[in-house]
């Protein structure tokens, strides 16, 4: 254990200088709270550990937590969306700090006797004496914010020069912060809305209509079958769960390898595989579309097998493959634009796709597509293309190279422990919820 040290206010000064400097310079989250946590320990202050979470306003992601120990330095987890609040959380220090609505929470740690939370458990095999837990929020009606706990293994915990010390850090800390988390807002926004590739288009400046450029492309065209009929006879959730059930399984592989989901339409989806004008990138990029729709059809398999024990209908689904030359970029009204690619090509794999149904397929190519790849095709016919001068050649794969391996699960498994940080974003996640039910609480008789 260390021993009591008088707080220098020059050094701590120093810790708010380079913070400000952080969030002037745009320093992402990670190296304002690993260097936060660094200079803290330098200054003298006796840390042993800190754990922060940052909510994080993410289609799929809840928050980032950090957890910094002295002996340890940093580690870093990103949380997706759950819906289940574990008992553990239910009698975690923020709950209480929530439920109560508190800013701060302060428990001496004993070396035995009971625990208030089940939390300070570990936190005793860490020799932890002092901890400190607080709540804050990056402005009023905001449901982003910072939640968090500093831990000291000092002798005789934390003195009151030390938590005024700290929450004064705390400040300067919620503010750098909060610039880097809308920092990364936008680029998680630009990046789940538009794709990776996309997104950083935009970040970088191709923002007015009309910016973009003419690429060449494997491209791929997926659609659910029969999704109208569905939707109106098993009713709207139903609908959304199979059509969130059908993305996950079929789409997920086209987002990898190179490939990108450009643009979800409706029940399908247009995914891109950029590469160079010549032979050797073309045969590269749809040998890795070829790849994924193997891939795609091996988990649409194992998702009908699921749905089956669950007693619901299969997905059907229809696929088209094509390669040219696509137009990527900005269009739209002046003030509301998309980012996509367009042009003959992208029509012409739509038309492809659509041909899965009448030849009874699940995968129909251009001959174009076939011949960049080193699979075996079989010849369904020759088709006039609705609003295309030349014929087409279409092609499917004789034989599924679907490889063998373990069947992937689709629903996730019950967590039943959560670390902390992980109940930290639960309960961030559902303040405002809490700060209702509360209110009301408070106005009945």
């Known amino acids: 254990m260390t021993v009591h040290s008088t707080v220098s206010d020059i050094l701590l000064d120093k810790v708010a200088e380079w913070l400000t400097q952080a969030a002037l310079t745009g320093e992402n989250l990670e190296s304002i709270v690993r260097g936060f946590c660094e200079r803290m320990a330098a200054s003298g202050l006796p840390v042993a550990r800190v754990h922060l979470t940052f909510s994080m306003l993410h289609p799929l992601y809840d928050a ?6 002295r002996a340890g330095g940093l580690t870093i987890e990103g949380y997706r969306h759950v819906n289940d609040k574990p008992e553990r959380f239910m009698q975690s220090p923020y709950y209480y700090l929530l439920s109560n609505g508190l800013l701060h929470l302060r428990r001496r740690i004993d070396t035995d006797g009971p625990l208030e939370f089940p939390v300070f458990e570990d936190l005793r095999k860490e020799k932890v004496t002092d901890y400190l837990a607080f709540v804050q929020t990056f402005g009023a009606g905001s449901v982003q914010g910072m939640m968090g706990s500093w831990s000291t293994d000092s002798i005789g915990g934390f003195s009151e020069e030390m938590i005024g010390a700290l929450m004064r850090m705390q400040n300067h800390l919620a503010m750098a912060a909060k610039m880097a988390v809308l920092g990364k807002l936008a680029n998680n926004m630009l990046t789940t809305y538009l794709g990776g590739d996309a997104g950083k288009r935009v970040l970088n400046g191709q923002i007015r209509r009309g910016d973009g450029e003419t690429i060449r492309a494997a491209l791929v065209m997926g659609d659910m079958r029969q999704s109208t009929v569905y939707a109106e006879k098993e009713g709207r959730q139903a609908y959304i769960d199979t059509l969130n059930e059908f993305f996950d399984a079929i ?17 399908g989806f ?12 073309s045969k590269v990029a749809c040998e890795a579309a070829l790849s994924a729709v193997f891939e795609a059809q091996r988990r649409v398999a194992a998702l009908n097998k699921d749905r089956q024990a669950r007693s619901l209908s299969e997905v059907r689904y229809g696929i088209g493959l094509h390669v040219g030359n696509v137009m990527f970029g900005n ?6 634009l998309t980012f996509s690619a367009f042009g003959a090509a992208v029509n012409e794999v739509e038309r492809l796709q659509s041909l899965t149904k009448k030849y009874g397929t699940e995968v129909v190519a251009s001959q174009a597509f076939s011949g960049y790849t080193g699979s075996e095709w079989g010849t369904l016919g020759e088709e006039k293309l609705r609003g295309v001068r030349q014929r087409f050649t279409v092609v499917s794969p004789k034989a599924s190279t679907i490889a063998n391996g373990t069947t992937e699960i689709f629903h996730d498994a019950a967590i039943d422990a ?3 940080a992980e109940q930290v974003i639960l309960l961030h996640r559902d303040a405002k919820k809490f ?3 509360l209110q009301v609480e408070k106005l009945a008789p």
């Not at 269009?331 to 509301?336: A, E, H, T, W």
């Open 64 to 69: 980032l937590g950090f957890t910094w120990r």
């Open 418 to 420: 959560l670390s902390e």
């Open 270 to 281: 247009l995914a891109v595989y950029p590469c160079g004008r010549h032979k050797d990138p």
């Open 435 to 437: 700060e209702s039910r």
């Open 331 to 336: 269009v739209g009204l002046k003030d509301r």
């Open 251 to 267: 789409a997920a592989p086209f987002n990898r390898n190179g490939g990108e989901i450009l643009s979800f339409l409706g029940d």
